[in-house]
């Protein structure tokens, strides 16, 4: 379980923890991020949280999701 800042908004704080974990390659290319449900169990959020920290790593183009099959990250540019 995380221990979340007071004054950042907790989906942010959990697309960090994601997005550290893409760049150390925790989570390699085209290999699946944790879905909805896994991010609330392990950092304790609500769905709707979960649901912006996928939205915002989709929208700066770190992830990408195939419906039906989860959500994945995405081939690093050059």
Known sequence: MVEFAPD???????AEVIRQRI???TY???SRV???NQLTEEF????MTAHKVHRGLRE?????TEP?????VAERQP
Do not use: M, N, T
């Not at 700066?60 to 990408?64: H, N, P, Q």
């Open 60 to 64: 700066e183009g770190l992830i990408y």
């Open 44 to 47: 304790g959020i609500a769905a």
């Open 28 to 30: 390699p290319p085209r």
């Open 8 to 14: 950042i908004p907790r989906w942010r704080q959990v």
């Open 68 to 72: 039906g099959l989860g959500s994945f």
């Open 34 to 36: 944790p879905s909805i």
């Open 23 to 25: 760049k150390d390659g």
